[in-house]
C-alpha cells in the first residue's frame, strides 16, 4: 500500500510506516503485509469500516512494467474469505431506493448466492432492515435519517437512472423480461436489484456468478415484527450485553450445518401466515419427532455435510481450494446416505429426499482425481502425463540415492559421497588421496583444501530430471485442477440446490430434536380469532432455572375474552407470562412445535410487545416519551388479527396521568372497529381493573402469590381475578435493602393505607368538575376513534391545566 492508503492502514493495522523513493528527492509513504498473510489484515480493515481494494497481476513478466488491475474490491457486504464469515449467519449486502416515500429493497449474500427484493413502505422498511441486519447499506434517493449507517450512491451518475435499473437485470441474468424473475410490474424493486447487482458488478464480477436467481417477495407474506418486538422477545440476543446466550434461538439450535443455522435464523425472524405452509413444516416436523432412530442417523451424516451452500458457491466461483473440494466430497457422499434415508420414508420426507441430488458424476470425479489428503493435488492414475513426469522424478531420485554405492563399488573409493549445494547441484566428492582411483568420466567441478568434487553427464541428467520434475508436477497439476473445477462448475447449481434443500432438512430435525427432549407439542393452526394454550411455558426461562417451572394458561378470543388485564407484584412471573404467550404464538407460525400440553392458534399477522422502560437519551425523549412513541406506532399498524403484548403502559408518568393513558388505551382497543386486537395488558394500577366491569371483553388475570411468616412467597401461577396487593415492600427486602428503610417503608404503607384505603377507579377519579364544565364539553368533542396517543396525551395535559385554573 501506498500514499494516503498507506498511513490509514499502517494506523489501522499496527504496523510499521515506512517509505520508497520515487523520483529523486521524492519519498512516498509504504507498508506491507505478509502475503500469506493478507486474508487476516484484510478482515481487519474491513472492521474497520475500509473497502479493499485487491489488484493482481494479470500480465506475464518481461521487459518494463508488468501489467496489474484492480480484480476485486472487498467490502464489508462482498466478503467471501471463510475466516471473515460467522457460519450461522448470513452476511447481506443491501440496496435501498425510494419514490414518494415508497422504497425498494434488494439484498445478498455472494457467500451463498441468495438475492432478494421486496417493496415496501416505511414501517416495513425498517422491520426488514432490522431483521436481515445486513453489514452493508447503500441507498440512492433515500434520507440517511430513516436507516442508520446506510452509504448514499447519490453521486454515481448511474444510480440516479431508474430506467437502466430493469436493462441491467435483464442483462446479468440473460432474460428477455422480468416476468419470469417475479420483478415484472416492481418498478421498485426491479430498480434496487439493479443498483445492487450494478454494484456488484463494479466491485466484484465474479460474485455475479453465483446470484442465478432473485426471491421476490411481499412483507405482507410473513408475520410482522418490528425491531421493538425483536428486541423484547430476545429472538436472537439477549440481555443487556446482547449476546446469543439466553436466546430463543440459543434453545432451539441443534442444527448440524452451518446453512441450517442460517436458515433458522431467518424463520425465526419470518413467521408465516400462509397456514398450509405451517402445516406442511409441522408434518415434516413430526415425522421426524416420531421417530428417533431416523433423526440421529440423518444428524450424524448432516455433520459431514459441512457449509455446501458456501462451497457450491466457491465452485460456481471457481475459486474453492482442493481442501474444499475434500469436504465437498465427504457432503456429497453424506448425501447419497441421506438420500437412502429418506427416500424409503413416509412423505413428506420421500418428498424433500427428491430435491437431493447426490451429483454422482460429481463425487466420482472427485474420487479420480483429488487426493484425499497430503500437498498432492491430483490421484496417480487420473493423468498419464503427470504420472509419467511423477514417475521420471521418483526414477531419478532412486537413480541418485543408489549412486554413492553404486560409484564405491565401481572405484574402489569407499569413502566417495554424494553431495548437493543450491550452486553446484548434485555432485561426487572423493579426497585428493584417492587422485589415482578417480575415473576420466569424473569432470572436476570444484577443488577443496582436502577433496574434489566433480560431475558425470549422467548425473547432470538425472540432476534435471529431479530438480524439474517438482515445478512440472505443480504446474500439470494446477492444470488439471482447473480441468476439474471446470467441470465441477457444471453441477454447481445442483449442489446449491441441494444445499437449501438440506437446509431446510437439518432445521427440520433441530426443531424436532428440541420439542422431543423439551416435551414440546405440535398446535393446531387455524383460521379463527381464538389463542388458547394449556399449560403453556416460556421456552427459554424454563431451560435457565434450576427450579421446575410453572406452566400456565392463556385463553384469547375476539368474542368474550379480546383484553386480559394482568396484575400481581413485582417478580412474581407478569413479564415471563407476556413473553411466553408471545413466543408460542410465534413457534406455531415458524412451523415449530410449542412448550404446553395443548395449543390452538388462530393466526396472527403481527406480534406488538411493549414490554420494558428505557430512556433515548440522544434523541431526548423520556420513557414517557418513548413508551408513548412506540404505543403509537403499535396502534397504527395493529389489526383484529395482531397480538399485542403490553407491560407497565403509563407508569413513566405521574399516577394520574398513567391510570388515565392506560384506561384510555384499553377502551380504545376494546371499541375501536379496526383494532380489536388480542392483548394482554400488564399493569400496576389495580384501579384499572375495575374497567372488566364495563367492557365485556375484558377479563381480569393475576400472579397469585402469598404470604407465609411475613414473607412473601411467589405461586407463578396465573389465575382469574385481580390482585390485590402489590408486596412492594417485600420485593425491596428480597432485593437486599437495608432492615432500616424496610422497617420505615412498611410503616408509612400502613399509615398511607389507614388514611387512604384502596378506592376503586372511579373513586380515584372524583375529581371530575360539574357537568356544566369547559373540560367536559371539551372531551364531548373529541373524536376518540380519530385521536392518536401523543394527541390523546397533550389534550390530557390541556385539561389538567384548565383544571388548575
Known amino acids: 500500500m501506498f500514499g494516503q492508503d498507506a498511513e490509514r492502514a499502517a494506523a489501522v493495522l499496527q504496523i510499521v510506516l515506512t517509505s520508497r523513493e520515487f523520483g529523486k528527492g521524492h519519498r512516498v509513504p509504504m507498508c506491507g503485509v505478509p502475503h500469506h498473510a493478507a486474508p487476516t489484515y484484510?478482515?481487519?480493515?474491513?472492521?474497520?469500516?475500509?473497502?479493499?481494494?485487491?489488484?493482481?497481476?494479470?500480465?506475464?513478466?518481461?521487459?518494463?512494467?508488468?501489467?496489474?488491475?484492480?480484480?476485486?474490491?472487498?467490502?464489508?457486504?462482498?466478503?467471501?474469505?471463510?475466516?471473515?464469515?460467522?457460519?450461522?449467519?448470513?452476511?447481506?449486502?443491501?440496496?435501498?431506493?425510494?419514490?414518494?416515500?415508497?422504497?425498494?429493497?434488494?439484498?445478498?449474500?455472494?457467500?451463498?448466492?441468495?438475492?432478494?427484493?421486496?417493496?415496501?413502505?416505511?414501517?416495513?422498511?425498517?422491520?426488514?432492515?432490522?431483521?436481515?441486519?445486513?453489514?452493508?447499506?447503500?441507498?440512492?434517493?433515500?434520507?440517511?435519517?430513516?436507516?442508520?449507517?446506510?452509504?448514499?450512491?447519490?453521486?454515481?451518475?448511474?444510480?440516479?437512472?431508474?430506467?437502466?435499473?430493469?436493462?441491467?437485470?435483464?442483462?446479468?441474468?440473460?432474460?428477455?423480461?422480468?416476468?419470469?424473475?417475479?420483478?415484472?410490474?416492481?418498478?421498485?424493486?426491479?430498480?434496487?436489484?439493479?443498483?445492487?447487482?450494478?454494484?456488484?458488478?463494479?466491485?466484484?464480477?465474479?460474485?455475479?456468478?453465483?446470484?442465478?436467481?432473485?426471491?421476490?417477495?411481499?412483507?405482507?407474506?410473513?408475520?410482522?415484527?418490528?425491531?421493538?418486538?425483536?428486541?423484547?422477545?430476545?429472538?436472537?440476543?439477549?440481555?443487556?450485553?446482547?449476546?446469543?446466550?439466553?436466546?430463543?434461538?440459543?434453545?432451539?439450535?441443534?442444527?448440524?450445518?452451518?446453512?441450517?443455522?442460517?436458515?433458522?435464523?431467518?424463520?425465526?425472524?419470518?413467521?408465516?401466515?400462509?397456514?398450509?405452509?405451517?402445516?406442511?413444516?409441522?408434518?415434516?416436523?413430526?415425522?421426524?419427532?416420531?421417530d428417533p432412530k431416523l433423526r440421529e442417523s440423518l444428524q450424524a451424516n448432516l455433520d459431514h455435510v459441512g457449509d455446501l451452500e458456501r462451497l457450491a458457491n466457491q465452485v460456481l466461483r471457481a475459486s474453492v481450494s482442493v481442501i474444499g473440494v475434500r469436504h465437498l466430497a465427504a457432503a456429497l457422499e453424506a448425501i447419497t446416505e441421506i438420500?437412502?434415508?429418506?427416500?424409503?420414508?413416509?412423505?413428506?420426507?420421500?418428498?424433500?429426499?427428491?430435491?437431493?441430488?447426490?451429483?454422482?458424476?460429481?463425487?466420482?470425479?472427485i474420487a479420480r482425481a483429488v487426493t484425499d489428503q497430503g500437498e498432492r493435488l491430483i490421484k496417480a492414475g487420473y493423468s498419464q502425463e503427470l504420472d509419467k513426469v511423477a514417475s521420471e522424478a521418483t526414477e531419478a531420485r532412486e537413480w541418485i540415492a543408489n549412486l554413492e554405492r553404486r560409484e564405491r563399488e565401481a572405484t574402489g573409493i569407499k569413502t566417495l559421497k554424494v553431495g548437493y549445494n543450491r550452486v553446484f547441484g548434485y555432485y561426487l566428492e572423493a579426497g585428493r588421496t584417492h587422485a589415482d582411483l578417480v575415473p576420466e568420466r569424473f569432470q572436476r567441478r570444484q577443488t577443496l583444501a582436502n577433496t574434489e568434487r566433480y560431475i558425470t553427464p549422467d548425473l547432470k541428467e538425472y540432476e534435471a530430471l529431479v530438480l524439474g520434475a517438482d515445478e512440472r508436477i505443480a504446474d500439470l497439476e494446477h492444470a488439471l485442477f482447473k480441468e476439474v473445477l471446470a467441470s465441477l462448475h457444471n453441477d454447481g447449481e445442483r449442489m446449491l440446490r441441494t444445499a437449501r434443500a438440506l437446509a431446510a432438512l437439518d432445521v427440520a430435525a433441530s426443531l424436532a430434536e428440541v420439542s422431543a427432549r423439551h416435551g414440546y407439542v405440535r398446535p393446531?393452526?387455524?383460521?379463527?380469532?381464538?389463542?388458547?394454550?394449556?399449560?403453556?411455558?416460556?421456552?427459554?426461562?424454563?431451560?435457565?432455572?434450576?427450579?421446575?417451572?410453572?406452566?400456565?394458561?392463556?385463553?384469547?378470543?375476539?368474542?368474550?375474552?379480546?383484553?386480559?388485564?394482568?396484575?400481581?407484584?413485582?417478580?412474581?412471573?407478569?413479564?415471563?407470562?407476556l413473553r411466553q404467550v408471545a413466543l408460542i404464538t410465534l413457534l406455531a407460525q415458524i412451523g415449530s412445535f410449542v412448550p404446553a400440553t395443548n395449543a390452538s392458534i388462530g393466526l396472527v399477522d403481527r406480534i406488538f410487545t411493549r414490554v420494558g422502560a428505557r430512556d433515548d437519551l440522544t434523541a431526548g425523549a423520556s420513557t414517557f416519551m418513548v413508551e408513548m412513541l412506540e404505543l403509537s406506532a403499535i396502534l397504527a399498524q395493529a389489526t383484529p388479527r395482531s397480538l399485542l403484548v403490553l407491560d407497565e403502559i403509563g407508569r413513566g408518568t405521574s399516577t394520574y396521568d398513567g391510570i388515565s393513558v392506560a384506561r384510555a388505551l384499553i377502551e380504545h382497543l376494546h371499541n375501536h372497529p379496526r383494532l380489536r386486537a388480542k392483548t394482554i395488558f400488564a399493569t400496576h394500577y389495580h384501579e384499572l381493573t375495575a374497567v372488566a366491569a364495563t367492557l365485556p371483553r375484558v377479563h381480569n388475570l393475576n400472579m397469585a402469590a402469598t404470604e407465609q411468616d411475613g414473607h412473601v412467597v411467589f405461586l407463578r401461577r396465573v389465575v382469574p381475578g385481580s390482585a390485590d396487593r402489590s408486596f412492594g415492600v417485600h420485593v425491596a427486602e428480597m432485593a437486599g435493602l437495608p432492615p432500616t428503610i424496610i422497617r420505615r417503608a412498611t410503616a408509612i404503607l400502613r399509615e398511607l393505607e389507614a388514611e387512604s384505603p384502596t378506592k376503586s377507579l372511579t373513586s380515584q377519579l372524583d375529581f371530575l368538575p360539574p357537568t356544566d364544565h369547559p373540560v367536559l364539553e371539551l372531551l364531548g368533542s373529541l373524536d376518540l376513534d380519530e385521536l392518536t396517543p401523543l394527541e390523546a396525551l397533550n389534550t390530557l395535559y390541556e385539561l389538567r391545566r384548565t383544571l388548575d385554573q
Open 339 to 365: 438420500n437412502d434415508l429418506l427416500l424409503p420414508a413416509a412423505q413428506p420426507l420421500s418428498d424433500l429426499g427428491k430435491r437431493l441430488d447426490p451429483c454422482t458424476g460429481a463425487r466420482e470425479l
Open 42 to 290: 484484510i478482515g481487519r480493515l474491513i472492521e474497520a469500516g475500509l473497502h479493499v481494494a485487491i489488484c493482481d497481476q494479470v500480465g506475464e513478466p518481461g521487459n518494463g512494467l508488468v501489467a496489474r488491475q484492480v480484480t476485486r474490491v472487498i467490502t464489508p457486504g462482498t466478503v467471501i474469505d471463510e475466516n471473515l464469515l460467522k457460519p450461522g449467519s448470513n452476511n447481506y449486502i443491501a440496496f435501498v431506493v425510494e419514490d414518494d416515500k415508497d422504497f425498494g429493497l434488494a439484498y445478498a449474500d455472494v457467500s451463498t448466492g441468495m438475492l432478494a427484493s421486496c417493496e415496501a413502505d416505511a414501517a416495513a422498511l425498517r422491520r426488514e432492515l432490522s431483521r436481515i441486519d445486513a453489514r452493508e447499506v447503500l441507498t440512492i434517493g433515500v434520507e440517511l435519517g430513516q436507516i442508520a449507517s446506510a452509504t448514499p450512491k447519490d453521486d454515481h451518475p448511474w444510480f440516479t437512472d431508474p430506467i437502466t435499473g430493469s436493462e441491467t437485470v435483464k442483462r446479468l441474468f440473460s432474460v428477455q423480461s422480468l416476468e419470469g424473475l417475479g420483478l415484472d410490474g416492481r418498478p421498485l424493486a426491479t430498480r434496487a436489484v439493479g443498483c445492487l447487482l450494478q454494484y456488484l458488478e463494479d466491485t466484484d464480477a465474479s460474485s455475479l456468478h453465483v446470484l442465478t436467481g432473485v426471491h421476490v417477495y411481499s412483507t405482507t407474506e410473513f408475520m410482522e415484527l418490528d425491531g421493538f418486538t425483536r428486541t423484547n422477545l430476545e429472538l436472537e440476543v439477549a440481555g443487556r450485553d446482547q449476546r446469543p446466550d439466553g436466546s430463543l434461538l440459543d434453545v432451539l439450535d441443534q442444527t448440524h450445518t452451518p446453512m441450517g443455522a442460517r436458515r433458522l435464523r431467518e424463520q425465526l425472524g419470518r413467521p408465516l401466515i400462509d397456514i398450509q405452509r405451517i402445516k406442511e413444516r409441522h408434518d415434516r416436523l413430526a415425522a421426524l419427532a416420531d
Open 524 to 577: 393446531e393452526i387455524h383460521a379463527g380469532d381464538e389463542l388458547r394454550v394449556e399449560a403453556g411455558r416460556h421456552p427459554v426461562v424454563e431451560m435457565s432455572h434450576s427450579e421446575a417451572f410453572v406452566p400456565n394458561d392463556v385463553h384469547l378470543d375476539l368474542e368474550q375474552r379480546q383484553i386480559a388485564i394482568l396484575t400481581g407484584p413485582n417478580m412474581a412471573g407478569k413479564s415471563t407470562y
